[in-house]
C-alpha cells in the first residue's frame, strides 16, 4: 500500500498507523437525536410541526402503554389520531399489518413508536407495508420486498425505553407467521425521522429488561469494534459506550426510578450503534436471532452469549487491540447475575 501524502512527518509507528487506515463512512443513523430528560414533552410538538403532521399514529405495547405510551399520547393531544397496543415480543407480522390497517384508516401523516425494539420495529414494518402495498403474512413477500422501494414511507418518531437500539437502523425485525422465524425489511426510508432519549419515560421498564437490553447494547459496541475494515469514530464511540454503560446499569439497579441513569444508559446504548450493518451481523447479534426464542429476548440471548466468551473470543484486529483492552476493562464491571 503506498504511503498517505504528509505522513513522512510522523515516526515510523505513527506512519503505519496512517498509512494502514482508509475508507469512507457513510452515517446510518437517524438524522436528528433528541436526548435529555424531558425532551419528549420539549421537542415531540416542533417534531410534528417539521412534516406538518395532524393525525399521528400511535404504535407500542400494552405494558409501555400505560407508562411511555400514555405519556406521548399527552404530549400529542389532539393530533392523536389513533393507536395500536398490542404489539408484543418479537413483532408478529399478523400484528404488524393489523398496525398497518389501522394506522391507513387513521388516515395518520406520521408514526409515534413508544417501547422497546418490538414496537420500533413494527412501526417501520408497518411503514414498509404502507408505502409499498405489501401483505407481509405473505411468505411471498419478503422476496418482493428487496426489489420493492418504500419512498414515501410516513415519517416515523420514536421514543425507546430499553436500550436494544432498534430506533438507530433502518431494519425493521418482525417474526413470520407460519415459523415464527424472525425476518424483516430494511431500507434507509425507514430509520426513524427523529429519536427521542428521555429517561423519565424509561422508569418503568422492568429492570431485567434494562439490564439484558444493557447487555445487548455491549453486543453492539464490540461488534462494532471487531467489525471488519477501518471505522475510526464509531471505535471511538463503541469504547466509549463500553466506559459508561456498566456505570448506568448499575446505577439503574440501585435504584429502578433514576432517571437519570436510565438517560444515561440510552446514551452509552446510543454510543454503541454508529454502525448499524456491521454490527449487526457480528457473532453475537447473529446468534441472538437465533437463540431469542429460547431465552424469550434478544437481550437474555445476548447475555447467555456473553457468560461463555472472553478474551479468547476472536482474532484481534491490531490497530483496534488498544480500543479492545479498555473496553474489555470496562467489560469487567458489568453487573452479572441479574
Known amino acids: 500500500m503506498p504511503a498517505r501524502a504528509g505522513s513522512d ?52 405495547t400494552a405494558s409501555a402503554g400505560k407508562g411511555a405510551g400514555r405519556a406521548v399520547a399527552e404530549v400529542l393531544g389532539k393530533r392523536l389520531a389513533g393507536r395500536y397496543d398490542r404489539i408484543t415480543q418479537h413483532s408478529p407480522v399478523a400484528s404488524v399489518m393489523e398496525a398497518a390497517t389501522a394506522a391507513r384508516e387513521a ?8 417501547g422497546g425494539g418490538s414496537p420500533i420495529d413494527a412501526a417501520k414494518a408497518a411503514a414498509f407495508a404502507l408505502a409499498t402495498g405489501l401483505d ?13 422501494s418504500p419512498k414515501g414511507a ?41 429519536v427521542f432519549y428521555d429517561g423519565t419515560l424509561a422508569v418503568d421498564t422492568p429492570m431485567d429488561l434494562w439490564l439484558s437490553t444493557g447487555v445487548r447494547a455491549v453486543d453492539h459496541a464490540v461488534e462494532t469494534i471487531f467489525a471488519e475494515g ?6 471511538a464511540t463503541a469504547a466509549e459506550s463500553l466506559r459508561r454503560m456498566p456505570k448506568a446499569l448499575l446505577a439503574a439497579k440501585a435504584d429502578p426510578r433514576n432517571a437519570e441513569a436510565r438517560g444515561e444508559g440510552q446514551i452509552a446504548a446510543w454510543l454503541s450503534y454508529l454502525l448499524p450493518g456491521p454490527a449487526a451481523r ?15 429476548s434478544s437481550g437474555r440471548a445476548s447475555r447467555r452469549h456473553w457468560s461463555g466468551c472472553g478474551r479468547g473470543s476472536g482474532p484481534i484486529p491490531p490497530l483496534r487491540s488498544p480500543t479492545w483492552s479498555r473496553a474489555w476493562g470496562c467489560l469487567s464491571t458489568s453487573p452479572s447475575g441479574s
Do not use: W
Not at 46 to 57: C, I, K, S, T, Y
Open 9 to 60: 512527518k510522523y515516526p515510523a509507528a505513527t506512519r503505519a498507523r496512517l498509512d494502514a487506515m482508509t475508507g469512507t463512512f457513510r452515517y446510518e443513523n437517524p438524522d436528528i437525536i433528541h436526548f435529555g430528560l424531558g425532551c419528549v414533552g420539549e421537542s415531540l410538538s416542533a417534531e410534528l410541526d417539521r412534516f406538518g403532521a395532524q393525525r399521528a399514529f400511535l404504535v407500542t
Open 136 to 148: 407481509l403474512r405473505d411468505p411471498a413477500s419478503l422476496a418482493k420486498a428487496r426489489g420493492a
Open 282 to 296: 457480528g457473532l453475537s447479534h447473529t446468534r441472538a436471532c437465533f437463540c431469542r426464542t429460547s431465552f424469550g
Open 154 to 194: 410516513l415519517p416515523h418518531l420514536a421514543v425507546p425505553t430499553t436500550l436494544s437500539v432498534a430506533e438507530l437502523s433502518g431494519s425493521a425485525g418482525f417474526s413470520a407467521e407460519s415459523s415464527r422465524e424472525k425476518v424483516g425489511v430494511a431500507a434507509r426510508e425507514l430509520r426513524p425521522a427523529a
Open 230 to 235: 477501518e471505522h475510526p469514530l464509531p471505535d
Open 107 to 114: 388516515r395518520a401523516d406520521v408514526l409515534v413508536s413508544a
